[in-house]
């Protein structure tokens, strides 16, 4: 897991500061996308990518 430094100055209202913390700490699985296996062969091979 990656860390996170925040820092907000004095004007930022306390609830907002309150939801984005809540909503970090959330033990909810976070949505991803995911690519088709043939856009994801694109991506992969690519002209002037090297091969890997």
């Given at each position: 897991?990656?860390?996170?430094?925040?820092?907000?100055?004095?004007?930022?209202?306390?609830?907002?500061?309150?939801?984005?913390?809540?909503s970090?700490?959330?033990?909810?699985?976070?949505?991803?996308?995911?690519?088709?296996?043939?856009?994801r062969?694109?991506?992969l091979?690519?002209?002037?990518?090297?091969?890997?």
């Amino acid at each position: 897991m990656t860390a996170l430094s925040v820092s907000f100055g004095a004007g930022v209202p306390h609830d907002f500061v309150a939801v984005l913390a809540d909503s970090l700490s959330s033990s909810a699985p976070a949505l991803r996308r995911v690519l088709s296996e043939s856009t994801r062969d694109r991506i992969l091979h690519a002209p002037g990518l090297p091969t890997l």
